[in-house]
């Protein structure tokens, strides 16, 4: 395995760790993926629900566009290879 794919899988586990303690301790958990505008992302919950929300320029906060079905939850979690912990 090459040092570049080693380093990878290393941030990718980090990550999902870091995943796994945010939503056990009641956090929300910031998802970005590149399907989505730069200014968007998607909070997970620890009670298994996703909201996909944005932030407007020159504005800090987040704003509210929807709550994925639990079945496009589910495949967002299959996609990136996120352990179902619900």
Excluded at 1 to 20: D, Y
Excluded at 36 to 43: A, P
């Amino acid at each position: 395995m090459m040092a570049l794919e080693s380093i990878a899988l290393r941030g990718t586990a980090g990550v999902k760790v870091l995943r796994e303690q945010k939503l056990k301790s009641g956090l929300p958990f910031m998802i970005n993926v590149e399907e989505l505008e730069s200014n968007q992302c998607y909070l997970e919950y620890p009670n298994g629900v996703i909201k996909l929300f944005y932030v407007e320029q020159g504005n800090k906060e987040m704003n509210f566009l929807r709550e994925l079905t639990a079945f496009e939850a589910s495949e967002l979690r299959r996609q990136l290879q996120f352990p179902d912990l619900f």
